[in-house]
């Protein structure tokens, strides 16, 4: 298993700013993810954060938006760059362990 | 486009009752996962189920999974307050996980 962490919780930001959220995994993993999720709806992944490489993005994500970075096995982070009042969300991190993803507490963010 | 829909999208029973939550598939995964979401948690991995027609039981759930591997169900007997929760299936390939939309289920005891 893995014990994921994110930080800050939670934020309230201004438009046009940027905040970038920190995702640190107990253990190595192999893969880590970065989801997208409104509250009480469903996840929407937005990127795999590859070590030593570019992330790889799904449709409709781009990296000028969401630069990530994963400098090592255990840590990764997500930008929310210029930010808007539509990128007010719940991101999450994962890290993938055999089979199995274990995510992180998610990261509540509010832009005025 | 949604690849998995589940039904119902809200559910609420008091305590002790019984209640299923339905997963359909556009297409067939590899393998296919239930997760539990708690307010202010990320989701928790329940169940993979990966072959048709398989059947597998976590104290009161039961999970199947459909001959043809695109349906799946998750049934709770005896709901507690604590089975209350966001449960999410979804289908993986190549490690990705596409969820569906999720139900919202309230145990009132």
């Known amino acids: 298993s893995a014990v994921i962490s994110q930080k800050p919780s939670r934020d309230i930001c201004q438009r046009g700013t940027s905040l970038t959220i920190q995702c640190q995994v107990d253990s190595q993993v192999t893969m880590m993810f970065w989801y997208r999720q409104q509250p009480g709806q469903s996840l929407t992944l937005i990127a795999t954060a590859n070590q030593g490489s570019e992330a790889t993005y799904e449709s409709g994500f781009v990296i000028d938006k969401f630069p990530i970075s994963r400098p090592n096995l255990t840590f990764s982070t997500l930008t929310v760059s210029n930010m808007s009042p539509e990128d007010s969300s719940i991101y999450l991190c994962?890290?993938?362990?055999?089979?199995?993803?274990?995510f992180g507490p998610g990261t509540r963010l509010l832009v005025l | 486009t949604q690849l998995l829909e589940q039904s119902p999208q809200f559910l609420s029973i008091q305590e002790g009752e019984n209640l299923t939550v339905y997963c359909n598939s556009s297409?067939?995964?590899?393998?296919l996962q239930w997760y539990r979401q708690e307010p202010g948690e990320g989701p928790v991995l329940l169940v993979t189920v990966v072959t048709g027609g398989e059947v597998k039981k976590l104290k009161r759930l039961t999970f199947q999974f459909g001959d043809a591997r695109k349906d799946s169900s998750l049934h709770i007997t005896a709901a507690q307050p604590g089975d209350t929760g966001l449960y999410l299936c979804a289908g993986v390939d190549d490690y990705k996980l596409s969820f569906g939309a999720g139900t919202t289920v309230t145990v009132r005891a």
């Open positions: 994962s890290g993938q362990v055999q089979t199995a993803q274990y």
């Open positions: 297409s067939v995964f590899s393998s």
